[in-house]
């Protein structure tokens, strides 16, 4: 039976909770960190996420209690909840390297950096699989392609990678991959590739770059200038993966390609954050429309409730 609620009501309840009152530990204690550049990841947890767990059935329980997901949530809401919780940890690591500065802080920051991106990209295409469920539609680019389009695809593929592919086997040991259609393609059709989608995975494929170099490649070469460490900054680190190329840089160069090691990462995990809040207005408005606007059976059944 799914549980019965006035939708005014619900609205009433959800909008008492935050981090510092319902959260989690985490939430609780270090919300903040995260809320101050990225504040609609609260307002998602608190209007969207909160619904599913035994919150709204007993608010006045024990954190033990509440936190819990109710019985008969659909799974691909427990996915959701799940991801967007698993960005918040990896923002909330992120700041711990820059704060606590362990052996391997910079490396680990931009490993987390990268996952809070990959996660994100993931929460978003749950959640617009979700709403064409419940619209009863199909994603263009995954159902309702035609072969021409297809096919066009492969051309661009083929013009783009097609001639680097020996080298690229001599390199690897493997044949490149042919992705025709990438988690970047679906997530461009959910924003319809707005102005804030290009921003974002500008900012987030320089930093999955950036990523790649510090955890797969050599250790990163830097320069120490009065006692701070100096590295490539993120828009160049393609011509820094070597140490050579670091350490035979002009004073010119210098000046231009590098910055204080600290001073990048914080400017990366805000511009990040940013980024992120300004695409989570999508997803709310998503929600909002489905459950509160057209009451969406489909919807509220994966909630499991009525009003």
Known sequence: MAKKIIKDELISLTQSF???SYGDHYEKTHGHLIINHFPN????????ITLITKRIENP???PSVYIHQRDRISQDLRDLASYHYSVFKN??????????KHMSYF??????????CDLAEEFFITLYFIALECDGKKTRILEKMSEGE???LAK???KEHYASSYEHYLRKGKAKSANLITRE????????????WKAYFTTANQIRAYRNVVVHNTQIGYINDGGRDYVPKRAVIQNYKKWQQVFSATPERRRLDFVFRDEQMRTDLTELKERLNALWVKPLREINRLIYIDANSNMLAKYDIEF
């Open 18 to 20: 935050s981090y510092r």
């Open 41 to 48: 990841i609260e307002i998602f947890w608190r209007d969207y």
């Open 60 to 62: 006045h329980s024990e």
């Open 91 to 100: 923002l909330l690591y992120a700041e711990d390297c820059l704060k606590n």
């Open 107 to 116: 490396e680990n920051f931009y490993a987390h950096l990268g996952s809070a």
């Open 150 to 152: 297809f096919i066009a």
């Open 156 to 158: 661009k593929w083929y």
């Open 185 to 196: 393609d679906i997530v461009g059709e959910f924003f319809h590739k707005s102005s804030i």
